[in-house]
Every structure is written in structure tokens, then in C-alpha cells.
């Protein structure tokens, strides 16, 4: 999971910070040549009664992207997570979603992706969101290395 290995001041992300006590701590790992996130919606992530809103979906699907796009970097610079290099941080520069069908609460989302493109600054991560076998929503998302603006580098 890549977001655990992210430098603790950049670990704040309401979506996949896990120092951030209020958040959903997405978790993104290598799943072949894939990405994978899972997340069990709760019940406050109601948009009508027995489904999800919306938001849920997109905010996994950024934070999935951001992910992967780190998992690609490291990759690319010769690393695994668990190495002792630092791990690139992405922000978003675009998201798309797509919303195909309803999707149930209670039900564990899985966000697949794959890397589409990718730089030395950009990487374009392409997925699917799935609510147990049924595709719910589509995603693109440009990811880029974080700004000197926030970094501080």
C-alpha cells in the first residue's frame, strides 16, 4: 500500500492520508500489472436510501489515480514500496468520472487501474470501479509529481 510509505508531512489527505483521523485511508497496491483499491462504504456515505453518493466514487477513483501514479514512478526510478527511497508524491491535474449505474451500500468497491502513460513528471491511470462484480463508474485521472510549491523542494 503506497500511501503508507508517503513522507508524513504529505500523509494529510482527507482521501488517503493515514495520519489524517477523519479521513477514508485509501490504501492502493500493485496488483499485476494493475492497481487495486478497496474500500467498504459506510453508512454516512449515503446519497439515498441503500446507495452511494456520488463524491464517495470520485474521491476513491482521485485517490486511486494518485496512487497508482506513484506506485509508476517508483517503479520507473527502480523501487518498491518498502524501499528506503522516497516515494513520489502526485496531486491531481485531471479527473473524469463516469457514473454507469447506481451503486448498492454495503457493498465492497474495487477500484482497478491501470498506467496508461507515463513521464518523468505525468502519469495517466486509467479505471474501473466495480461495487462487488458490477462496473459502477469509470475514471481517468493525470496525475503529476507534486509542485516545488508544496513540496518545499
Known sequence: MIQQYYA????WCYGCGRHNPLGHHFETRWDG??????????PEHTAIPGFVYGGLLASVADCHGTGSAALALYRQEGHEPGDDAPVPRCVTASL??????PTPLGVLLRVRG???EIGARKVVVKSEVFAADDLVATSLVVAVRAPQSMTGR
Open 33 to 42: 500489472d494493475g492497481t487495486l483499491t478497496e474500500y467498504m462504504p459506510r
Open 8 to 11: 508524513d508531512a504529505f500523509a
Open 114 to 116: 491501470r498506467i496508461e
Open 96 to 101: 473524469k468520472v463516469d457514473y454507469l449505474k
